[in-house]
């Protein structure tokens, strides 16, 4: 009888490749087939989409044999997301709408037994793909919010399939999605950097790790500070551009119930519990359904784990890939799914399973065995990878309310660290592109070049705390952030000396062993 297409998006992790929805309409035994990998969600949109269309009061095509293909067939498809592509296939070869705008349009949607169109998960990247064909896109109201984000992409907002229906009859023109404004985020609630009484150390440290975008590591006993140091860490960091705030919400499009502007494109403070599987933290799911996992929704953005040695050390070296490449691959059979996992570490640990070691064994009820397998969970590999190790002593004299006063009368605020970091930043990004601890080992030695005594001085440390290649280059890395911090061209023997005491860790085990 007939035949009609129309295009919608699939999702493989963040990623809409084309689909080709094709209707063909013929004569002969009533039925409906659907071909082109469709999971079992996809193969129920046939009972969603004829519901739909007789109780909108559309005609059902009566003694005809129905097939539907979605291709590329080699592409998985999951979910309700092309019922309203299906839909609009079949009113167009069967007649009922005009198919002129359908070669540049886009269609998204489940479809209620009512006909009412439900949101769907994975709006942005879908529609970031659709601007590139510079088509436009129909999508349920219920998505709104998400359809607003993506600019220069003409969006309508459809209630129902009747809407579509007139639209396309050209009848009632659909609501077209306005710009949302991706920066009004909400202000950020963790406090001000001044309210964290003592630990100029710990302070120190923050500064830095934002400054170059460092992974880092609170050590010391339980109610130290050592959490809302790390909730700091986000104030100080500086705003963020369109293009990562479009690669975050496209992270949380696709997964949960993320629908609105706000929630989209705001860098959060991912902090999963220590009992977290390998599946949570890095993503997974079962058959097509794949989720990224909290170091894909903390791209862009800060992961915390606190605790870090109650995790179990499987999950922990499953963070050694990402941290180094800024990306997860999830295998699946027949396919592979890529997330962006370009996040920031922040750890916090005790220093025993008691907590009180503190370099002697007399308020501590934990033995150097003990507190040695308590350690052991972290692996040298993935400690190479964090360049600040910072100890979060207890201080008796800050924990009186006027500590204040007595340490520094005029304490940091996160607006003064905030300007410090912008500053730094813009420097390194003028003079190499990137940020200091995304330096490539290629140009290390022309952006970190060192004098012949502060190589020395640097070769001897190292071959004394045992540095491996890793933490070398690490460690140059920070102290060229130091250096910048100090507004100096030249990493001087200061500011080497600096980057190696952030090594709390090692020294830690060091006077375990001694003991």
């Not at 009888?1 to 080709?20: K, S």
């Not at 705001?266 to 359904?289: D, F, I, M």
């Not at 997860?328 to 996040?343: E, H, L, M, Q």
Request: charged share 25%; aromatic share 4%.
């Amino acid at each position: 009888m007939a035949l009609a297409r129309v295009y919608t998006r699939a999702l493989i992790g963040i990623h809409a490749p084309e689909i080709r929805v094709e209707v063909d309409l013929a004569r002969g035994m009533p039925g409906f087939t659907m071909v082109g990998m469709p999971a079992t969600t996809v193969k129920e949109a046939r009972d969603r989409v004829k519901t739909a269309l007789m109780n909108a009061g559309f005609e059902y095509p009566p003694a005809t044999r129905i097939t539907v293909n979605l291709a590329p067939a080699d592409i998985p498809k999951t979910g309700a997301r092309y019922d309203l592509a299906i839909a609009v296939g079949i009113l167009a070869a069967s007649g009922q709408i005009p198919d002129t705008l359908l070669e540049q349009a886009e269609f998204y949607g489940e479809l209620a037994l009512t006909g009412e169109l439900r949101a769907v998960n994975g709006l942005i990247p879908a529609l970031l793909a659709c601007r590139k064909k510079k088509r436009q896109a129909f999508v349920p109201i219920a998505n709104e919010q998400e359809a607003g984000l993506v600019r220069e992409q003409k969006s309508w907002l459809a209630a129902d399939l009747v809407s579509v229906y007139e639209h396309l009859h050209e009848h009632q023109p659909l609501r077209e999605s306005k710009p949302v404004d991706w920066a009004c985020q909400a202000e950020s609630d963790e406090g001000d950097l001044a309210d964290v009484v003592g630990q100029e150390q710990a302070k120190r440290a923050l500064l830095l790790s934002a400054a170059g975008r460092h992974h880092l590591l609170f050590v010391g006993p339980p109610g130290t500070g050592k959490t809302m140091l790390a909730q700091r860490l986000n104030g100080i960091l500086p705003p963020l551009t369109e293009q990562e705030a479009m690669e975050i919400a496209a992270v949380k499009s696709v997964s949960f119930d993320y629908h609105h502007a706000e929630s989209l494109t705001r860098r959060e403070l991912r902090s999963p519990h220590h009992t977290c599987t390998s599946a949570a933290l890095v993503g997974g799911g079962t058959g097509n359904s794949v989720r990224p996992g909290e170091i894909s929704l903390a791209n862009n953005a800060l992961l915390f784990l606190d605790e870090f040695s109650e995790f179990s050390r499987h999950v922990l070296d499953c963070l050694r890939e990402p941290l180094e490449s800024g990306e997860i691959t999830i295998s699946r059979a027949g396919y592979n799914v890529k997330f962006p996992a370009n996040f920031q570490l922040v750890c916090a640990l005790n220093p025993s399973p008691c907590g009180q070691f503190d370099g002697s064994l007399a308020n501590c009820r934990s033995t150097p065995d003990q507190i040695l397998k308590y350690l052991s969970k972290l692996s040298g590999p993935l400690l190479d990878r964090i360049d600040i190790q910072v100890m979060v002593p207890r201080e008796t004299e800050s924990m009186s309310l006027n500590g204040a006063t007595k340490q520094n009368n005029q304490p940091m605020t996160t607006s003064q660290a905030k300007n410090l970091v912008e500053k730094a930043r813009l420097r390194q990004i003028r003079r190499q592109g990137c940020l200091n601890s995304e330096i490539k080992p290629k140009a290390l030695k022309q952006i970190c070049e060192l004098s012949e005594k502060t190589e020395a001085f640097l070769a001897t440390a190292s071959e004394k705390m045992k540095l491996s290649h890793r933490a070398y280059h690490r460690t140059l890395r920070l102290a060229r952030t130091i250096a910048d911090l100090a507004d100096s061209e030249v990493i001087e023997q200061q500011h080497l000396a600096e980057a190696l005491n952030y090594r709390a860790l090692d020294r830690l085990i060091d006077q375990v062993q001694s003991l």
